[in-house]
């Protein structure tokens, strides 16, 4: 049962461009949302959060997008630059400090 | 600050073999978790701990997969015996309660594969 899915296994992005990666879950009771960034051989690294009582929470070139009525959240990196090239993650939970279930990731590639 | 210590980063063991992962998280983070993460597949949360008392560990396969963290500081995840399903990154996180807000942070894990 995959509550959290990720269905684009990878996206390539001109740099300069918009990047935009989509998130859905299924369970109703997930109150928190967060995105990880992962590079090989590293441990996922936070990258922004947003809780269901928003709908947008910015972060310099990132932006979180939540929109429950259709469990549905999105991740935004304007401009994308070739550092932003990894593995995305998004995680939900259903109360702050609670275990999180992760989504498959998706490959992001911003080409010079 | 110092991060989320893991060791080793490899290991490569014959099934029916036991293995041994240690974590030293942040100074001060009572919790700590243990995520298995298989090839293809987002990170699963196997224990988690606060200070040393378990809170969950309803995914944990307790028939090979043991986990303890005494006096409330690092931990060590054991797998005995092992088997080949079990090859993937096993993540160890800590937070210091706000994790919601700063999210985990995640160690560099180690790769373990089963042949």
Known sequence: DQQVKQNSPSLSVQEGRISILNCDYTNSMFDYFLWYKKYPAEGPTFLISISSIKDKNEDGRFTVFLNKSAKHLSLHIVPSQPGDSAVYFCAASAYQGGKLIFGQGTELSVKP | ?115
Do not use: M
């Open chain 2, 1 to 115: 600050e110092a991060g989320v210590a893991q060791s080793p980063r490899y290991k490569i063991i014959e099934k029916r073999q036991s293995v041994a992962f240690w974590c030293n998280p942040i100074s001060g983070h009572a919790t700590l978790y243990w995520y298995q993460q298989i090839l293809g597949q987002g990170p699963k949360l196997l224990i988690q701990f606060q200070n040393n008392g378990v809170v969950d560990d309803s995914q944990l396969p307790k028939d090979r997969f043991s986990a303890e963290r005494l006096k409330g500081v690092d931990s060590t995840l054991k797998i005995q015996p092992a088997k080949l399903e079990d090859s993937a990154v096993y993540l160890c996180a800590s937070s210091a309660g706000e994790a919601l807000n700063y999210g985990y942070t995640f160690g560099s894990g180690t790769r373990l594969t089963v042949v």
